[in-house]
């Protein structure tokens, strides 16, 4: 399994991708942000927080960003249950998940398992993490603009893993988001879902 770290160099496009929702405090607030300047984007899924919040998953999809699987449970040791995480969400929405990230981007350890995914899916990383986690809103902003190019793919996070940093931890970068999207926009680039890049 090929590990994708960015799109074609060659084509004005670039993804923003979500890991560790859905999230019942951000990730409304994330759809809204994307819809008020009309682009998709792409939300790797933690396989237990999508079985708690169904209706957030569907809404997500019905909004027309694309589902990752982020495994079920998010452990170091998680590389063993993307297959969980895609039975969950086949079982909200009806597909299986074609694009799979690691936790904590684990992306070699993972590979270690054979198959890490029992279906034939790409495993996608990034070439642009915003560290938004432990970054102010400035420096999300000033990281963004020095590094995205054709083809980078963002790092970005709607929720946790950890229950206790779900209602606090995507702040700073959903305050920052409407400002990172015009970003991208004045370098003439075209947000766009994973399975819109050649990757």
Known sequence: MKVRMHGSRNENKMAITFDDGPNPFWTPKILNILDEYGVKANFFVIGRWAEKHPEIVREIFNRGHLIGNHTYSHSKKACCDFDKADETIFNILNIHTEFI?????????????????????KMIGGDIPLFDWITKSEGILNIAKHTIR???????????????E??????????????????????????????ELAL
């Open 150 to 164: 054709k083809g980078s793919i963002i790092v970005l996070h709607d929720g946790s893993e950890k229950r206790n």
């Open 166 to 195: 779900q209602q606090k931890r995507p702040e700073r970068m959903v305050n920052a988001l409407p400002k990172l999207i015009e970003v991208v926009m004045e370098k003439k680039l075209r947000i766009a879902r994973l399975d």
């Open 101 to 121: 990230r690691p936790p904590y981007f684990r992306l070699k350890y993972c590979l270690n398992y054979k198959p890490p995914f029992s279906r034939e899916a």
